[in-house]
Each structure stands twice: as structure tokens, then as C-alpha cells.
């Protein structure tokens, strides 16, 4: 099952096996909701292969994405403080998972103190990443927010940068609290003024984005 979970710097082989020694195996197709914000768990999931969202949503079917988790990532980790599920998790691909219960999980953790380090880590990213969110959503108007979401996911490649990940603008608007129509229309603007090339394949960033819009 080791070779199953790439990308895991968290946990070293020996780890591993022991961890998942009782794990379920459970497999999902793409877009399918495996837990949903405000439901009772009792299980950590580590993600074999796929990549899944992280989101929140109201009764009118508005969505924010959160986080994006690939292989190597894992989550359900919150119920270690007594609660409900915090966010919904839907799969984006098909997608698997080694199930572990969190009665298993927390004995892992009383033997293992430097995963429990690496644990403590990746919630204060977590944690890091979530302010800077409700930062952006309560002092950025939209085109920032979306500039910034664009600086944060380019790569350079000589004197541009891509974005490689096939996003459609419906799940930028997510990912920002927008709507999709105010993302086409801030996109046709970019395009036109040469700022972006957009494809379904992937978005190029020709120069740096204009301060306001």
C-alpha cells in the first residue's frame, strides 16, 4: 500500500505501513461528494490517487473552494477537536482513499510525536492560508482577488507565466466568492488589453496584471 500514497512527507515508510496496516481502500468517481460541511465523522482520509476540493456552500447552491488536496495529502484530521464536519469534500477526479478510523488515528498519534509535529504544521498552513482568504475576501474587491489567485498559481516559463491547472471560470468564481459572469467579464478585459491568453488547456500571462480594473 506504500507505493500507493506518493508525495507523503509527512510519514516515512515504517510509518506508513503501520498507519494504514487497518485502513479501508474506498474508491469514488469524479464529482462525487464524500462528506458534506455539518455531518457527524469518525474517519481521516488519505488520498491514494485523484485530487479532491474542499468547499463550502449555502441552501442556494453558492460554493467557496477552500483547498484542493492531491496523492499524499489527507484530511478529516478536524475531528480530532469533538464536532462536526467543517467543509464538504467532492472528488474532481476519480479518486481513492485509505479510510482511517480516528479512534486509530489518535493511538497513531500517541506513538508517532513527530507526525504529530508534522500534523501540527500543516493545520498552522492551514490556518495561514484560511486568513489570507478572509483577508482577501474582506479587503480585495474581485478583479484583486482574482490577480491575486492568478500571481499565486503562475509558473514562469521564460518571460511569461502559465497556469497549467484547466480551471473554467465557474471554479474561479468559487475559489474567490464571485460569480461567474463578473470573472468572464474581467477576463474579456484582460484579453483584450493583452494582459492574458486564455485556452482550455491552460492560462498565459503575457505581463503583469494591471493594478486595479
Given at each position: 500500500m506504500m507505493e500507493l500514497l506518493p508525495?507523503?512527507?509527512?510519514?516515512?515508510?515504517?510509518?506508513?505501513?503501520?498507519?494504514?496496516?487497518?485502513?479501508?481502500?474506498?474508491?469514488?468517481?469524479?464529482?462525487?461528494?464524500?462528506?458534506?460541511?455539518?455531518?457527524?465523522?469518525d474517519s481521516v482520509y488519505f488520498v491514494l490517487a485523484g485530487k479532491v476540493k474542499i468547499f463550502l456552500s449555502n441552501d442556494q447552491g453558492r460554493e467557496v473552494v477552500i483547498g484542493q488536496f492531491g496523492p499524499g495529502d489527507y484530511f478529516g484530521e478536524m475531528l480530532l477537536e469533538p464536532g462536526s464536519r467543517s467543509a464538504s469534500v467532492m472528488t474532481l477526479d476519480a479518486s481513492r482513499f485509505a479510510v482511517v478510523r480516528l479512534e486509530e488515528f489518535r493511538e497513531f498519534l500517541k506513538t508517532h510525536p513527530d507526525f504529530m509535529l508534522a500534523l501540527v504544521?500543516?493545520?498552522?498552513?492551514?490556518?495561514?492560508?484560511?486568513?489570507r482568504n478572509v483577508k482577501s475576501l474582506a479587503l480585495l474587491d474581485v478583479y484583486g482577488r482574482l490577480a491575486q489567485l492568478l500571481h499565486e498559481m503562475?509558473?514562469?516559463?521564460?518571460?511569461?507565466?502559465?497556469?497549467d491547472e484547466p480551471l473554467t471560470q465557474q471554479e474561479i468564481a468559487n475559489r474567490i466568492g464571485s460569480s461567474r459572469e463578473m470573472i468572464s467579464r474581467i477576463f474579456k478585459d484582460l484579453v483584450a488589453g493583452g494582459y492574458l491568453i486564455v485556452s482550455r488547456q491552460r492560462i498565459e500571462i503575457k505581463r503583469h496584471l494591471p493594478t486595479a480594473w
Open positions: 508525495g507523503s512527507s509527512d510519514l516515512n515508510p515504517s510509518e506508513l505501513a503501520t498507519l494504514l496496516a487497518s485502513a479501508v481502500i474506498r474508491s469514488y468517481p469524479k464529482n462525487a461528494v464524500i462528506l458534506n460541511e455539518g455531518d457527524e465523522g504544521g500543516k493545520l498552522i498552513r492551514r490556518s495561514r492560508t484560511l486568513a503562475a509558473r514562469p516559463h521564460g518571460n511569461t507565466w502559465f497556469i
